[in-house]
């Protein structure tokens, strides 16, 4: 099975349209405004509007209320959820969309133990403790403490960029990759040239292991 890919923390429509073109399966829009990627409404509307079908648009949020997830769910058509605070497992269920939760990655966590904690997860996405900007910090974690037996699908993060991708999804095989800064020419700007090295770095990953 092939490796998925998102492109996270897209501000501009072009650069949704340029992840599209390049292959991948999902983008990201940050609902968080610590984040240097963060989006307004407008912008959401702006980017899912370009989006072609068949791709998903995740929305990130971090420790949001029920009320204001469910107004950008008014205003935004979101196919997946994504959760980076300490959001429970019912709070992330109660939307009626499937959902993803991300763990921070340090020497206390225990995979085993969060990976229970959200029995409804549609996977766990693993990305590089970042206590101020819950991801998107360029940063990878070190992979071989991700054990391969998890009963979640593993989305991996932190770092990823075309250099090391390939080395990535050969040692941890997830399901899927999540890069933001790894594609960038600036905060929130996508670069074509770097979304169009990364794919090819996952392709090239994918033919090696047989996928």
């Keep these: 099975m092939r490796t998925r890919v998102k492109i996270c923390g897209i501000t501009r429509a072009e650069d949704a349209c340029s992840a599209v073109e390049h292959g ?10 610590g984040s240097p990627r963060h989006v307004t409404l407008e912008q959401a509307e702006r980017i899912t509007a370009a989006v072609a079908p068949f791709v998903t648009v995740v929305g990130l949020f971090v420790d949001a209320s029920p009320s204001e997830i469910r107004h950008v769910l008014e205003n935004v058509p979101l196919g997946l959820l994504q959760f980076h605070g300490h959001e429970a497992n019912d709070h992330c269920n109660r939307y009626g969309l499937p959902f993803i939760k991300s763990i921070a990655m340090r020497p206390s966590t225990d995979l085993r133990e969060q990976v229970q904690a959200y029995p409804d997860a549609g996977g766990i996405l693993l990305d590089t403790w970042q206590p101020q900007t819950h991801g998107g910090g360029g940063r990878a974690f070190d992979w071989a403490e991700v054990p391969r037996d998890l009963t979640l699908p593993v989305i991996l993060a932190g770092g990823l960029t075309a250099a090391n991708i390939a080395t990535a999804i050969r040692q941890v095989r997830p399901y899927a990759v999540d890069v933001s800064s790894g594609v960038e020419s600036g905060k929130g700007i996508k670069s074509a040239e770097k979304i169009s090295a990364f794919m090819k770095g996952v392709r090239s990953s994918d033919a090696d292991t047989g996928d």
């Design 24 to 33: 991948a399966d999902a983008i990201g829009l940050v609902f968080f405004e």
